[in-house]
């Protein structure tokens, strides 16, 4: 029995020995310079009501790459194009997995969508039916009579509130929702108002407080995904909310999924018809590495949707909202667009080529109103050094998109809305210059950035071929306020009320 006890105590004495040298002959880590953290909320207390525009400001004193606790989680900032060729590029692998955050868990399907899915076999699975089979330059192209039909439809809505005040959010809100779901589901599943049609679930109304409620959330800085202890109080009250809307995300697109599945069954040799339609074809190849779950189907559609309606109506707003403190700027885009197109049709897709200048505004706004100011959040899978600075495995990494677009060595007068530097200089938006990155970059690159430009560009273009807008009553371009609300993505704080009369032929209308 003594010893037995001589070998426990010996033991004992063994480890704490191991454990002593390894502490002390362990290389202490040279960490990226960042404010030094307080207990419990790390540096929590230095986010304002806009993350992107606080962390900008941080970036100034503490350099381009700076290392903050959130909580106690360590969150890498990083706020240059260099940097952001680091994590999006050079160490993309390392870098292409996601924080496991309640949003992923509550309303993207626990972590199966393509937002906030893990780096692996699911992920890789679910992109390439995204890029093979749902958005492939034909599936798009053969769709094309949709966006068409439905930019008609925005244009005669219009057309009729001419010479009468418009807040064009919701008229492009309505569109977007509309063309997406049609490209989508073929059908909207949705009305301008309560319907007792079985093929209407929600109104539209309803409908986008979902997509804009999800944005937000997606966005919050949640305290119990930082302070883990604290996760069981949901004092900000934002697990509540994601739990709510996830019911109704839920309700939702299994409703679109079963009318699918039962419109299926009703023909014999049933034709896909829309990018369900394809995903219910993909769900039932025994060759498929990782079975589609009804779960993964939803956070599909939702990827989707949701990222197709809100990022091409934010953008647009975002360019009116710039343009009409510039009158000068929509001159010279109708100047482009009568000298090229004329004034007996509409801009089709296959004209873009041919309007640098539409382009160039809508590059600018992208440099300045990034779609995401924030990118969504990279999430280190292993320990990792970043220009001489130890990253350990475990970190969250943000890449400040709203500082590239305002870095001084990139870009002249980097606070002025200036179209014409994109004439001069034909600079990438697909993820190869670091300094404008509006869909992102690598591996997680949105894989809808084909569909959201088509959907863009003809939009904007024929927004601005077919009416002269002006603002209402006494109001100013000074006076259009540039406030922003921050989510994962970033909305104007108060949209502009306008004013539009018909430019063009009235029969095109």
Known sequence: MEISWVFIVFGEWLLALVFLLKLFNHPKRKLPPGPKPWPIIGNLNLLGSLPHESLHHLSQKYGDLMLLKFGSKPVLIASSPEMAKEILKTQDTIFASRPPLAAGKYISYNYSDMTWASYGAHWRQTRKICLTELLNPRKLNSLEYIRVEERQTLISRLFALSGKPILLKDHLTLFTLRTINRLVMSETYCSDQSNSDASIV???????????????????????????????????????RMKALGKNMTEFYKYVLEDHKAKRKTEEHYIPKDMVDAMLHLADDPNLEIKLTTDSMMGLIHDMVGGGTDTTATTIEWAFQELLRRPNIIDKAHHELDRTIGKERWVEEED????????????????????????????????????????????????????????PKYWDRAEEFIPERFIENNIDIKGQNFALLPFSSGRRRCPGYSLGMKVVRTTMANLLHGFNWKLTGDTKPEDISMEEIYGLTVHPKKPISLIMEPRLLLHLY
């Open 202 to 240: 929600v109104t539209y109304e309803r409908l986008q407080w979902m997509f804009d409620e999800w944005f937000i959330l997606s966005g919050v800085i949640n305290l119990g995904d930082w302070i883990p202890w604290l996760s069981w109080f949901d004092l900000q009250g934002y697990v509540k």
């Open 352 to 407: 873009f080529s041919q309007l640098p200048y539409i382009d160039a505004i809508i590059k600018e706004t992208f440099r300045l109103h990034p779609l995401c100011a924030l990118l969504p959040p990279h999430y280190s899978i292993e320990d990792c050094n970043i220009v001489g600075y130890d990253i350990p495995k475990g970190t969250t990494v943000f890449v400040n998109a709203w500082s590239l677009g305002r870095n």
